[in-house]
């Protein structure tokens, strides 16, 4: 149980307000080099909800991903626990073949390497006063003293910009109670934070209504908008120098990042452009025109405004079509753009694979036949239908496979840049296949089973129905009773936005009559049982899992013991309580 929420059950313990706890920690942005050596240049303290949501093995890697892990140490002690950074190696590039006129078919551009890969270590003031990150065969180990950090804070690379053109986010004007409220209940959330760049200080309500306008676009879509009570959607402002971003010109064979070798850029209407933006976003990174990029370190040095970030979405004011994936998404102002960043919401939320058969040679191969990699949840190479993953989401009487075609859900081949050999769950009408489209069933399905195993920050278990420290009386310890009282028992709890979810008290494993609601009245006049166990479970009855492949991530529970003592004794009418009296010696 984390700290915050074990202060939480004490303040309920005492009938006082539930206010999760924060913990001071370090907030250190590295850069990484070419050979994988990390930098810092950027230092501030920040206040955390959860100290530990960095730890090793809480995030599931997806292929691509290097994991850079790091270990604590204070005063030469050094902890046992292993935290890990994921730093994405690649930017995506997948476009809509023809945004202007809806044609969402994807453009594949071979990922690039990210010339500016960047992550973030939080870790809390009283654990650490140094890091140490793990060698390995290519490299040596490296030690960074967090004290001496600080104090050179002030030298560290992206501390002027920090200071002046980049200044930390802030929540817009009228969200500050918003925002508290957030960040109360930040450890049982997905928190999403929006920066913006090319924004400036006179365009806060740009970049508002362009948050909005991503924000309705992500919420419109099923499962986003099913459970957007699971989400922190928090913006922070960041001001620019100057408007939009930078359009290197066309110019055949560049090579460089001052002109554009994208034959795309000859019909860019803003070619020549150069702006000073916050986070340096510009367009045709590594000559892809539509490869519309910022610096990642600067983009987590603004988010430490907002510590707890799960994901990062940016939007650039900017209205030429392009964006990126990888550590983050980034879009253009652009009306289609949006569909950029909820596929590639797709990739780093869900873990789910591209299901168009573009060819993309070297990528790494998957297989569910056996083996050390596994393919994602919504593509396979396993054709025999009784062992296909996603057979419970066949459709009654579908051949397996699949011709081209046909409607419904079964095993269509052509997935993940391969033509024949890989299969997909329907034909032509998922999100990940073509944008514009909707997520299918299997992709859907991985959403919601995400959001309750976790692996993406905090909650690192995932999101629970039961909202962690508003029991009371709290589970933690065994609950005095006097018999023949009532005792209230509660707990608040979880909705999803649009489903339902089921509530039942048991008593002692036997399910209560009539009680399912959020709370339960106990009463027992009897002496015995002397000891009592009282559940509470909920259970989301989402239509989008199958339950054959839910496992028990959809029933939450908290379980009191009941110590059922003597019944208070009855006065008489009229008769006073008796006193206590000290003997005082003489």
């Known amino acids: 149980m984390r700290l915050s929420t074990l202060l939480c059950a004490a303040a309920l313990s005492l009938a006082a307000t539930c206010v999760h706890a924060t913990v001071p920690a370090h907030y250190v942005v590295f850069e990484m080099d070419a050979q994988g050596r990390a930098e ?43 935290f890990e950074a994921q730093v994405p190696q690649f930017l995506r590039a997948e476009f809509a073949a023809d945004p202007e006129h809806g044609d969402g078919r994807i453009e594949l551009h071979r990922p690039v390497r990210d010339p500016h890969r960047a992550f973030v270590v939080r870790v809390p003031l009283d654990a650490a006063d140094a890091i140490e990150f793990g060698g390995g065969a290519a490299k040596a180990a490296q030690r960074f003293d967090l004290r001496e950090l ?52 006179v365009e806060q309500t740009t970049f508002a209504n362009h948050a909005a306008t991503l924000k309705t676009a992500l919420f419109n879509v099923s499962p986003y908008k099913d459970y957007q009570n699971f989400v922190n959607w928090q913006t922070g402002f960041v001001a620019s120098s100057q408007s939009g971003a930078d359009h290197p010109p066309y110019q055949a064979g560049c090579t460089g990042t001052s002109c554009c070798a994208d034959t795309a850029a000859r019909t860019d209407p803003r070619a020549g452009t150069f702006v000073n933006t916050a986070l340096d976003a510009t367009f045709c990174t590594s000559q892809i025109h539509r490869l519309l990029t910022t610096r990642s370190s600067k983009v987590m040095a603004a988010a430490a405004g907002f510590p707890d970030w799960d994901k990062i979405l940016v939007t650039v004011n900017d209205p030429v079509y392009g964006g990126a ?16 960043a909820i596929h590639e919401f797709g990739h780093s939320f869900h873990g789910l694979a591209d299901e168009y058969d573009s060819p993309y040679p070297g990528f790494p191969a998957c297989s569910d036949l056996g083996g050390s990699a596994p393919c994602e949840a919504n593509v396979t190479n396993q054709t ?21 075609g046909t409607s419904g859900t079964g095993l269509f081949q052509g997935a993940r840049y391969l033509s024949s050999g890989m299969y997909r769950p329907v ?15 299997v992709c859907r399905q991985e959403y919601v089973l995400k959001l309750y195993r976790g692996g993406f920050g905090s909650p690192a278990a995932g999101i629970d129905l039961i909202e962690p420290g508003t029991e009371a009386p709290s589970p933690a310890t065994a609950v005095s009773y006097a018999r023949g009282t009532t005792k209230r028992f509660s707990a608040t709890l979880l909705q999803p936005s649009l ?18 609601a959020a709370s ?13 166990t009282l559940e509470l479970r909920v259970t989301d009855q989402t239509a989008f899992v199958k339950a054959a492949m839910a496992g028990n991530l959809l029933q939450h529970s908290r379980t009191w013991t009941i110590r059922v003592g003597a019944a208070p004794v009855a006065l008489a009418p009229n008769e006073a309580a008796p006193v206590a009296r000290l003997a005082v010696s003489p």
Not at 49 to 66: H, K, T, V
Not at 159 to 179: E, K, T, V, Y
């Open 40 to 82: 810092p240049v950027f230092y501030t303290q920040v206040q955390l909800n959860d100290p530990q949501r960095d730890l090793r093995g809480r995030q599931p890697a997806e292929r691509g991903i290097e994991r850079v892990e790091y270990r604590v140490s204070r005063d030469g002690a050094k902890s046992a626990q292993v």
């Open 427 to 441: 034909d032509n009408t998922c999100l990940m296949r073509a944008l514009g489209n909707s997520f299918c069933p």
């Open 520 to 532: 339960y009245d106990f009463r027992q006049d009897a002496a015995t049982p002397a000891t009592r």
């Open 325 to 340: 994936g990888g550590s983050y998404a980034t879009i253009s102002a652009h009306s289609s753009a949006a569909l950029i």
């Open 150 to 201: 600080a104090i050179r804070a002030a030298q560290l690379p992206l501390a002027a910009s920090a200071r002046g053109a980049m200044p930390l986010a802030a929540p817009l004007s009228g969200d500050a109670q918003a925002s508290a409220v957030k960040a109360a209940n930040s450890g049982n959330r997905l928190d999403i934070l929006v920066l913006g760049d090319g924004y400036t200080s």
């Open 384 to 404: 025999n239908a009784s062992l296909v993953k996603w057979r419970s989401w066949f459709t009654p009487g579908l051949p397996i496979p699949t011709p081209a």
């Open 499 to 516: 489903g339902v979810v089921a509530v039942q008290w048991y008593l002692d494993g036997v399910a209560i009559s009539g009680a399912t």
